[in-house]
């Protein structure tokens, strides 16, 4: 028979062991993101042989870094912008008037928005781009990630709208404000956590993805920052492990930002969107 | 709480006044858009998959319709089966039993903790969910390098090139490392919902870990496991982060049908041809999408779940 505590103890090895496991697992893929921009002699190990900030004077010089991460900022504010601004405007209106079966509509998009990802629709997406002249254009990379948003962001919103108490809306029309004065001053100022949620949730969502920009956009000065990442890396010769330790540490920052701003302020936890 | 006065219908329903008219104006810009960004899209494909649509040449000017004979041929492929084959594998090993496995797992684990490796831990899982796709996929071609990645000076494997020699092992496990999160995250919300007292009273009769496991916690989650499978296993069916890693290579060993339509409808520029894959694409994602549908209508706890998964 097994003395109990021997037991206890192996579980408790055994617990710990897995957890290091884990933890290694984890952390391992990152140890070269954290260690490499900071190394004199970046190699693909991790090491730092001499601390420097070098790798990123030679981020400053690269022709296409820096630009790409104002096309990214221009992709997902010019989304961000959109979404937000028609989902608010949608939502508000779908709460507050009766349409028949406007919420069979809703669960019909959302159920619609999770199916056409860019995945699955990359082939007709290209061949409308084609053909509205919207190859190599932001403003068609923009209008095909607002499709794609959309109804999630409506979804979200109504919520916040179906759950504002309808009193201030009446005694400002009782002092004869008219509807979009009330929208202005009071719908948007009352549902403000939500339009937040929701233009966070849509800048990270472009700022990350690689597919829709990758096949859209033909002209590298208009790279964003994931695909001219993935240029770096794949494109001929020797990588540029400087260049691209560098850039990945910057081009992750504002995420990780957002994220811990998101669960701070709000204190919940939103995922990485809808996978595109 | 009493409701207002006024009668159902009138201004209750339409507090600022808006009308059915501007109603409809200011929705309209949302719905157009959608309209013409997903559901036309969705809808062409179907037009798309009976052309020879080619990206050059003479095709690509004059599109004939062909019937069904890009469905046709798709079906009867050997390189198609090849990649439905791969993309059952990827879903199956990668999603279902590595991410929802390990996101159980860790969640069980880390129930009663605290402290700061519960937190190290979550801050790395969560970590890994978040990063853009490009940046962990280089992260990958860099732990996995022939010459000097640091996979093999850990396991003194000198001059394996991984991604070439293991290409679908290599995709799954990235992907179990990249998705875990989101399970690790919904069972851990799950488990809060198990009262203690239960599990306390399976402990005082003597029922060991598994014993509690599969007669407290796992009807008490059994909703919750459903979704996050059909969840993780939509988002890893349409994944094309693999394609920054392996680019479907070598000799399509790791294309899932991402991938595969990537490559013949963008790449060789068989557009009529990836339009019939792609329209197989978008049947399977319906079929789990209204699957999932149908389980949160039968399930109470479905508007919780929303909040879970925003």
Known sequence: ?276 | MARTASPRGTDSADPAGLGRARAAAISAPALLIIAAFLVFPALWTLYLGTTNYRLTGFAARHPRSVGLQNYTNVIQDPDFHHSLWLTVEYVLFSAVLGQALLGFVIAWMLRDARGWLKRLIEALVLLAWILPSSVVAFLWVAMLDRGSGTLNALLHTPGTAWAIEHPMAVIVVFNIWRGTAFSMLLYSAALTGVPPSQLATARMFGANSWQQLRDVVFPHIRGHILTNLLLISLWTFNDFTPYQITAGGPNGKSEILPVYIYQTALFDGQMGLGAAISLLMLVINLVVALVYLRLLRDRRGGRKLERVAP
Not at chain 1, 62 to 70: I, Q, R
Not at chain 1, 105 to 129: D, H
Not at chain 1, 202 to 231: C, E, G, H, M, Q
């Open chain 1, 1 to 276: 028979m097994k003395d109990p505590t021997v037991r206890a103890v192996l579980a408790k090895i055994g617990r710990y062991t897995f957890l290091s496991v884990l933890l290694g697992f984890f952390a391992l893929p990152m140890l070269w993101l954290a260690s490499t921009p900071f190394n004199a002699h970046p190699t693909l190990d991790v090491s730092i042989s001499s601390f420097t900030l070098h790798n990123f004077s030679v981020l400053l010089k690269d022709p296409y870094a820096l630009p790409s991460l104002w096309n990214s900022l221009l992709l997902a504010g010019g989304t961000a912008l959109l979404t937000v601004g028609f989902a608010a405007a949608a939502a508000y209106a779908l709460s507050r008037v009766r349409i028949p079966g406007r919420n069979g509509i809703l669960y019909a998009l959302l159920l619609l928005s999770s199916i056409v990802t860019g995945t699955a629709a990359m082939v007709p997406l290209f061949e409308l781009a084609f053909k509205l002249h919207l190859i190599d254009s932001r403003v068609g990379v923009i209008l095909v990630f607002t499709g794609g948003l959309l109804p999630a962001a409506i979804f979200i919103l109504k919520d916040f709208t179906d759950n504002m108490p309808r009193s201030y809306e009446e005694s400002a029309r009782v002092f004869g404000a008219s509807p979009f004065q009330i929208m202005r001053h009071i719908v948007l100022p009352m549902i403000r956590p939500g339009l937040a949620t929701v233009t966070v949730w849509a800048v990270v969502n472009v700022w990350s993805n690689f597919l829709i920009p990758y096949i859209l956009i033909r002209n590298p000065d208009k790279y964003p920052a994931s695909v001219v990442l993935y240029t770096f890396y794949t494109e001929g010769g020797q990588p540029d492990l400087a260049l691209i330790s560098a850039f990945s540490l910057l081009y992750s920052i504002p995420v990780v930002l957002l994220y811990l701003f998101v669960s701070h302020r709000y204190g919940f936890r939103f995922h990485g969107g809808i996978k595109r």
